[in-house]
């Protein structure tokens, strides 16, 4: 997923949230409980905009790329390396 469908299905998932505090509230009632609760969603709500706001300023990260050269490799890095699987030269499989 892209940053911006991140960002979306958070505020998304946050709205749910905020639906179902709502739906709670008259259940049970305004106590300290569910204030907390919904100064918490709030909160959310907030650090959520400004994580979209900074989301928005910064330059989009590429990730770092490696070029690998088309020339075959030196057989002499793998001379003293194992056959992959086959286990080493002079010794015998349990």
Do not use: F, K, N
Not at 42 to 64: C, G, I, K, T, V
Request: hydrophobic share 35%.
């Amino acid at each position: 997923m892209s940053l911006h469908d991140d960002l979306a299905a958070a505020t998304r998932c946050l709205e749910d949230l905020t639906r179902a505090v709502g739906r709670l509230e008259p259940q049970l009632g305004t106590g300290p409980d569910l204030r907390r609760v919904r100064a918490d969603t709030d909160h959310l709500r907030e650090s959520l905009a400004l994580l979209r706001e900074s989301a928005a300023q910064a330059p989009p990260r590429r990730p770092d790329l490696v070029s690998i050269p088309d020339t075959p490799y030196d057989r002499s890095l793998w001379t003293d390396s194992d056959d992959e699987g086959l286990g080493a030269r002079d010794r015998h499989a349990p």
